[in-house]
């Protein structure tokens, strides 16, 4: 037969063309990886059924340090994200400190606690078991832990939780009750929501989200509260909580 002329178009032909030609295109399971990975990251996060907003309040002193912390009120704020999002219930005991029983006059000209309020409180192990009633009467825990609908512990900061109340369990040898593993630091989503750093207290982010700060600052309860008004304020301007912001190694 012999050689044949090579065709005119075959002249402007890529060189490299048949050297690549031992390899395949990716099929669809190369560029999607298993499937039931790529479907966990299919499934977009659910928002929080309901957030539990606590602001403790506990022993100090301007004029020395008080160690160990002990907290004195032990209150929480239940906020429903459904909409309407609104607050739907609060809870409130006072607990007396054993470490350092007596109140300097500074923590109660702070917080409004006094003596007597704390000398008639619950041990902080009692105020924890009925925090956790409290949140089983709502459905939130069961015996054995978390179930049913999905909530989280929001605070103003991270003291509450991971300076106030592990230091005192940890060194009272309480467990730390599983809900208390995880929270929510409402700074850090207030940041991202408004685009402003939480600067000037409590009270003035409030004020800055064209809400009324409402009662006695540096009361746990009032300051639960307040907080969970700039919560119920976002969700209504469209933020859905859907995570949490810190927590303790497993």
């Known amino acids: 037969v012999g050689n044949k002329r090579p065709r005119e178009e075959d002249k402007d032909a890529n060189p490299l063309k048949g050297a690549w030609s031992f390899m395949k ?12 990975t790529r479907k966990a990251f299919d499934i977009p996060p659910k928002p929080f059924d309901w957030l539990v907003v606590m602001d403790f309040e506990w022993t100090c002193d301007n004029r020395k340090r008080v160690e160990p912390l002990e907290i004195i009120e032990f209150p929480a704020v239940l906020v429903r994200c459904s909409w ?10 006072y607990c007396k400190p054993t470490a350092n029983p007596t ?9 409004a606690i006094t003596q007597d309020m704390v000398d008639g409180g619950v041990t902080i192990s009692e105020a924890i078991e009925q925090h956790t009633a409290w949140l089983r009467s709502h459905k939130l825990v069961g015996q054995g832990g978390v179930e049913g609908a ?7 900061g ?7 109340l592990e230091t005192e369990i940890q060194g009272k040898g309480i467990g730390r009750p599983p809900h208390f593993d995880r929270w929510i630091n409402l700074k850090e989503m ?3 929501h408004y685009k402003r750093e939480p600067s000037g207290g409590l009270a003035t982010c409030v004020a800055r989200c064209g ?3 409402e009662g006695r600052a540096h009361s746990g309860l009032v300051d639960s509260r307040n907080t969970a008004k700039i919560c119920v304020q976002m969700m209504l301007q469209g933020y859905r909580f859907m995570r949490t912001t810190r927590g303790f190694a497993p």
């Open 25 to 36: 295109a990716p099929t669809e399971k190369d560029v999607r990886g298993q499937r039931r």
């Open 84 to 93: 309407p999002p609104r607050i739907v219930d609060e809870f409130q005991v």
């Open 103 to 111: 109140l300097s006059k500074f923590c109660t000209e702070l917080t």
């Open 150 to 156: 999905t909530f989280a512990i929001v605070t103003w």
């Open 158 to 164: 991270d003291s509450d939780v991971q300076q106030a």
């Open 190 to 192: 207030y940041k991202i």
């Open 211 to 213: 809400l009324e700060f």
